[in-house]
């Protein structure tokens, strides 16, 4: 979003995001009059957010490029989603949300940083077992089919996702993504399918492995998690407290 600018109150630790579209003029027809005489409302968000904080210390932060996470799909209107900002000495998180989907977004600055954790690695194991009865003439009998899952699954707990490659397609949700799995771990599970078909029946498993490995129902799916790491500030309170200092000081002047 190189068309936006972010600005913090240093004071107040508050943030606007100011957009191309903030300065535009609302026009509100009137009825009944022509189109000259559209009433124009001006809808300055950005005055109002400089009069609240007139005399104020105010920033620009830099927002860093495809920081921008979110908790639910994209097509989500009413969720929270985050992206990073820098002044170029400290990192702050900035939360974007709503709670209500008639609700202005909200931007709320915490100074911190966040990272996605990845809390699960699973197989498509629904996905696996319908393109399985549906490439295998016959149909592998149901044993088999969950004897391969097991298997597969048993493969998958010893594997970190970070290793693997990753696979571009956006998937609908942001903190859900596809991984290809290894060759080596292919062919492990490849020469571990021998204990569970056999001729035919494995030269078809054969095929299948190599055929959805890339982009199929072989791949892997994470879920991740935002974890935020939240600076916690020295309290701002603590700054009166010098003030018995002073009186002090004013007491060892007499
Ligand atoms: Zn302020």
């Not at 968000?45 to 005399?55: R, S, V, Y």
């Not at 495809?66 to 170029?88: I, L, Q, R």
């Not at 596809?178 to 054969?206: P, Q, T, W």
Request: charge should be neutral; include cysteine; glycine fraction near 4%.
């Amino acid at each position: 979003m190189p068309m936006n600018q972010l600005i913090r109150c240093k004071n107040c630790d508050q943030v606007f995001l100011k957009s191309p579209f903030d300065s535009l003029p609302e026009y509100n027809p009137t009825p009944g009059l022509a189109p000259e005489n559209f009433q124009t409302i001006e809808r300055d968000d950005f005055q109002d957010f400089l009069t609240h904080h007139h005399g104020h210390q105010l920033e620009h932060l830099r927002i860093i490029e495809d920081s921008y996470v979110s908790e639910k799909a994209y097509s989500e209107p009413v969720k929270t989603s985050f992206f990073k900002a820098t002044n170029g000495r400290e990192k702050f998180v900035i939360k974007k949300f709503r709670e209500r989907i008639d609700e202005p977004l909200q931007y709320q600055l915490i100074p911190g940083d966040y990272s996605l954790k990845c809390t699960a690695v699973e197989i498509q194991s629904q996905e696996i077992s319908k393109q399985l009865k549906r490439d295998l003439t016959p149909s592998p009998s149901q044993d088999k089919i969950d004897a391969f899952l097991k298997l597969f699954r048993a493969i998958v707990e010893g594997i970190e996702v970070k290793g693997l490659e990753r696979i571009p397609e956006d998937s609908w949700h942001p903190l859900e993504v596809y991984y290809k799995m290894d060759d080596v771990h292919l062919v492990y599970l490849l020469r571990n399918c021998r204990s569970i078909f056999k001729g035919r029946e494995y030269s078809a498993m054969e095929r299948f492995i190599r055929d959805h490995k890339e982009d199929g129902v072989l791949l892997l799916k994470a879920t991740f998690e935002i974890e935020l790491t939240e600076i916690v500030k020295p309290d701002k309170k603590k700054v009166s407290s010098f003030q018995p200092l002073e009186k002090q000081k004013v007491v060892w002047k007499k």
